[in-house]
């Protein structure tokens, strides 16, 4: 692996690791040392390698390629990956997807679909970049998605990771499993293993994998960002659920947590905000505030904004307004949410179609771009 850097930042480097004792107090200095550096305002550059298993089965898919990435003040993420796929007779079948993020947008030349990708990232971007590649990438650009672990039980550990000197953080609390291996050195890491469980299902598990870095005080040449130059694919909207051409939503009736039904189309002519909450208390608990604001705010405007909880969740949560809180049901399933990611908030106009949908939280990032929808479609009386 090659280094660049000076004994001086190396040393400092090796003091962001504290040795800690008490776990959480392990896990949390361990993700601060991370988060400090992928946010520096130097860009990095690694060859990774991605592999995904259900349960303990390797899944044929396998992406490599190369990845350029920065969180500081210029915030950026380019990416040429290689998806290898099995194809039926038994050879492997290759094609590119090429991805560039910048600002508040995502664009996806995917040739594995022949389309090219421009979405916002807080709406469906950053669910479109982990459909193509997966969730673990958002943690190159976003390191904040990492508090989300802060206060779990977990160890933290100093090892040899190949031949460089390393320090391991492993997190599992029967619902989740992070492993992260970062080069002790530098702090950048080498290897993230995420997983879900499923008691029903085998689990979903990503690798990736980081080597060969290199640092860079500059951004990349502009025409590097316009990654449909090369393929000239067409432009498609990326649409997780299937809801925005035909997403009418009028004859849908809501269960309210006080007991009540409502009926869809007793919001005729009204913008309606659907907030789908995780239950991951985890996920759940980063948003919570932000979207009881936002649910403060559209109703000031003549706005509706409902939150929706589903299972058991809807059972023993303490909804912030239970005159505008719903039970899920089967709403998810109907509306193609299975397909997408929770928290997933839908965004349905006057006539009753659905116009925008965020998809997943990005602490900050995703606050912001709801303050902007809510802005757009419901601006304030001058």
Known sequence: MRRSLSLALAVAALAAFPALTRAADAVDGFIDSLQRTLTRPAALTARVSCRTYAGSLLLPRRLSGVVTFCDGASAFLLATIAVEDAGRDGTSVTHSVLVAESGDSIAVADGVSGCFYTERTARTGAHLLSSRLDVVFLLLRYPQLLDSFRGATGTVADEVYGSVPARRMVVDDGARHLEIVVDAVTGFPLRIDRARMDPNRPGTRTVLELSEYKVSGSRPPEPLFDVNALFGFPARRYDP??????????????????????????????????????????????????????????????????????????????????????????????????????????????????????????????????????????????
């Not at 979207?291 to 299972?311: C, M």
């Not at 809180?325 to 509306?335: D, T, Y």
């Not at 925008?356 to 602490?363: A, D, Q």
């Open 241 to 382: 659920t299937g809801l925005f051409p035909s997403g009418d939503l009028s004859e849908l009736t809501l269960r309210m947590l006080n007991g009540t039904e409502t009926k869809f189309s007793d919001f005729a002519g009204k913008w309606v905000f659907l907030c789908f909450h995780s239950e991951d208390g985890l996920i759940r608990g980063q948003g919570e505030t932000f979207t009881e604001k936002a649910g403060d705010l559209v109703r000031s405007r003549g706005g509706v904004f409902i939150d929706v909880y589903a299972g058991d969740l809807a059972s023993t949560i303490k909804a912030y307004k239970p005159a505008f809180a719903a039970r899920a049901g089967n709403l998810p399933s109907r509306l193609g949410l299975d397909k997408a990611g929770l928290p997933s908030i839908l965004v349905i106009g006057p006539d009753g179609s659905v116009r925008e949908e965020l998809v997943g939280y990005i602490p900050s990032v995703t606050e912001k771009e709801l303050d902007g929808v809510i802005a757009t479609v419901l601006p304030p009386a001058n």
